[in-house]
């Protein structure tokens, strides 16, 4: 699984784990920022913390997908882990 996969999961589940780098961290913030952009681009009706895991997953990934689109809010996200 290649680093940016793996920080586009990370991102989707909008957790931090123990034993992994800051750099995989996202903040309840970040999910804010873009949670407009998730409804908007990826169909995401529920919030944030009632998706399930691989809900999250599958929204990250969509976000990824539409970087071009993404709020520069949302972008800036992605752009601080690497993405």
Same mark, same amino acid.
């Given at each position: 699984?290649?680093?940016?996969?793996?920080?586009?999961?990370?991102?989707?589940?909008?957790?931090?784990?123990?034993?992994?780098t800051?750099?995989?961290?996202? %903040?309840?913030?970040e #999910?804010? !920022?873009?949670?407009?952009?998730?409804?908007? /681009?990826? $169909? %995401?009706?529920?919030? #944030?913390? !009632?998706?399930?895991?691989?809900?999250?997953? /599958?929204? $990250? %990934?969509?976000?990824?997908?539409?970087?071009?689109?993404?709020?520069?809010?949302?972008?800036?996200?992605?752009q601080?882990?690497?993405?």
């Open positions: 699984m290649t680093d940016s996969l793996l920080r586009t999961l990370l991102i989707g589940l909008g957790i931090s784990l123990s034993g992994v800051a750099a995989f961290a996202i %903040t309840q913030q #999910v804010l !920022s873009c949670y407009p952009d998730a409804r908007k /681009l990826c $169909g %995401t009706t529920n919030p #944030v913390r !009632s998706l399930t895991s691989v809900q999250k997953v /599958l929204v $990250g %990934t969509c976000l990824f997908a539409h970087m071009t689109e993404l709020s520069p809010k949302c972008r800036a996200v992605f601080a882990h690497g993405l």
